[in-house]
């Protein structure tokens, strides 16, 4: 099985930038799709970005220009830089996998595997 560990959060004043790791371990993990959601108090948990086999392949609207998903693949590991950083951006963060994806994965409930989080808190 797939394991999942996120590490990088923290505090940071807006307009500032913050780098998220998502450390994966499994023998599957070169050939899946990884994706990064956050989840901020009273909403539901969104889409961030994913990248596949090594490839940027979505980010969420919100958050496109400002965030940049990116991976390597020597140490199992997927980074999120976050540039510009906004008070709507505060949140837990997830980093999510599914083995053997068939294209650009979006969709929490799509993904196999799910790391335990990191609290990302902006401030004014």
């Given at each position: 099985?797939?394991?999942?560990?996120?590490?990088?959060?923290?505090?940071?004043?807006?307009?500032?930038?913050?780098?998220?790791?998502?450390?994966?371990?499994?023998?599957?993990?070169?050939?899946?799709?990884?994706?990064?959601?956050?989840?901020a108090p009273g909403k539901?948990?969104?889409?961030?970005?994913?990248?596949?086999?090594?490839?940027?392949?979505?980010?969420?609207?919100?958050v496109k220009g400002r965030?940049?998903?990116?991976?390597?693949?020597?140490?199992?590991?997927?980074?999120?830089?976050?540039?510009?950083?906004k008070l709507e951006d505060?949140?837990?963060?997830?980093?999510?996998?599914?083995?053997?994806?068939?294209?650009?994965?979006?969709?929490?409930?799509?993904?196999?595997?799910?790391?335990?989080?990191?609290?990302?808190?902006?401030?004014?």
């Amino acid at each position: 099985q797939v394991q999942l560990g996120e590490s990088g959060g923290g505090l940071v004043q807006a307009g500032g930038s913050l780098r998220l790791s998502c450390a994966a371990s499994g023998r599957t993990f070169s050939w899946s799709s990884m994706g990064w959601f956050r989840q901020a108090p009273g909403k539901e948990r969104e889409f961030v970005a994913t990248i596949i086999r090594g490839r940027p392949s979505a980010y969420a609207d919100s958050v496109k220009g400002r965030f940049t998903i990116s991976s390597d693949n020597d140490k199992s590991t997927v980074y999120l830089q976050m540039n510009n950083l906004k008070l709507e951006d505060t949140a837990v963060y997830y980093c999510a996998a599914k083995r053997f994806p068939s294209g650009t994965i979006t969709s929490a409930n799509e993904y196999d595997y799910w790391g335990q989080g990191t609290q990302v808190t902006v401030s004014s």
